[in-house]
């Protein structure tokens, strides 16, 4: 329990500290853009600084995120609070969105009017230059930890600072471009950023309504579970088999098909080695809802309600009245819509021939008289002392 707790406790703090780090370099960045941008006149490289805000408002959304997803299920909570990091991630996509389209209108507005276009200097490309190393190293830096920690919203956050070191990229060729004498060039680049930007929150904002709407894992992971389970020994077929993500947990819900002629506590045992060994296996796997069936009735119409324990119980008072005080127990068998009833008796009555031959009829006569009765069958025990 001990090294659970200390687990949780590392990826936490590994995803805090990937956030804090993220949102202290893009504090720096987004002030030494915007500010060197506007000294050198450059309109991408403003649109860099305020794709670099929105780096920041991510690394905060990631840390409220990891904070509220952390916490352990409750009672109002019970699968726990990983949606919390989806829709983080879902708010972020709708920004980037948002600020893409902000950055391409008045860009565009701007490039209306040619002549009242700003003309960059020397000092943007060296800003550029910077940050195009500073957001390499930060995005290589985020996505190890997103991989340590399996954090779909971490992962997302290291290529949105990917993105940054492209848009840093292509806002160098604009400037450039503008000191070679293509004055168009840096409004162009920012145009190609503010794109960027928003391509990466809709892309974003698709993933977490994926999520959101219990998507199921990939075909190929599907596939995967689904013949590791079938590789369990006693597991006969799948009957169901449903997966969805909650933030980098992944859960499962299975209905095997066994004998049908097992015992309750087998069954059983089968479903929880089929549990254990999906998430020994499988990385993401956070839970498994095992449902044991005794047969694939998926196909099967006929929906109505079966004979119940009591039901039986007093079929067999009526019918096997003669001989219920020295029956000692019965067994029902649910198959493909009917009922088989094993009856236990002591082995002494099957020595005797008129008792045995009452018993026959009358469990034939009760057989006959009840259609959702496929079969009875006598037992008898033979008791050792």
Not at 80 to 96: D, K, N, P, Q
Request: proline share 3%; hydrophobic share 50%.
């Amino acid at each position: 329990m001990d090294a659970v707790m200390d687990s949780k406790i590392s990826v936490k703090q590994l995803k805090a500290r990937a956030s804090y780090v993220g949102a202290a370099i893009n504090v720096l960045q987004t002030l030494l853009k915007i500010g060197f941008g506007i000294l050198a006149q450059s309109a991408a490289l403003i649109a860099d600084g305020i794709h670099s805000l929105s780096d920041l408002l991510s690394d905060l959304l990631v840390i409220i995120a990891v904070r509220l997803g952390s916490r352990e299920a409750d009672r109002d909570h019970p699968y726990g609070h990983r949606r919390f990091e989806t829709i983080a991630t879902g708010i972020l996509g709708v920004s980037l969105v948002a600020i893409g389209g902000a950055i391409s209108w008045s860009v565009m507005n701007r490039m209306a009017h040619p002549e009242h276009l700003p003309v960059p200097n020397a000092m943007g490309l060296g800003i550029a230059a910077i940050s195009i190393l500073v957001n390499e190293w930060l995005y290589h830096y985020t996505k190890r930890i997103a991989r340590q920690t399996r954090s779909k919203l971490l992962m997302a956050n290291a290529w949105h600072q990917r993105s940054d070191a492209i848009s840093s990229i292509v806002v160098l060729f604009g400037i450039g471009a503008v000191m070679l004498g293509y004055p168009m060039a840096d409004a162009i680049a920012a145009i190609v950023v503010a794109l960027m930007v928003a391509k990466i929150g809709l892309n974003l904002l698709i993933e977490s309504i994926r999520e959101l709407v219990d998507t199921s894992l990939p075909p190929v992971l599907v596939a995967e579970i689904r013949a590791a389970i079938m590789a369990i020994d006693g597991v006969e077929g799948i009957h169901l088999l449903r997966t969805r993500h909650m933030g980098e947990d992944a859960f499962i819900d299975a209905h095997i098909v066994v004998d049908p002629r097992i015992t309750v506590s087998e069954g059983h045992i089968i479903g929880d080695t089929v549990r254990t060994e999906l998430i020994n296996r499988f990385d993401d796997v956070m839970d498994v809802l095992v449902h044991v069936d005794p047969e694939d009735d998926e196909g099967r119409e006929d929906h109505s309600t079966p004979l119940s324990r009591a039901d039986v119980q007093a079929l067999l008072n009526a019918y096997l009245a003669e001989s219920k005080v020295a029956m000692e127990d019965f067994r029902i068998h649910y198959l493909d819509g009917q009922i088989e009833v094993e009856v236990i008796f002591p082995f002494a009555v099957s020595t005797q021939p008129q008792a045995l031959a009452t018993l026959k009829k009358q469990c034939t006569l009760m057989k006959t008289a009840n259609k959702k009765i496929d079969n009875v069958l006598l037992f008898f025990k033979l008791n050792e002392e």
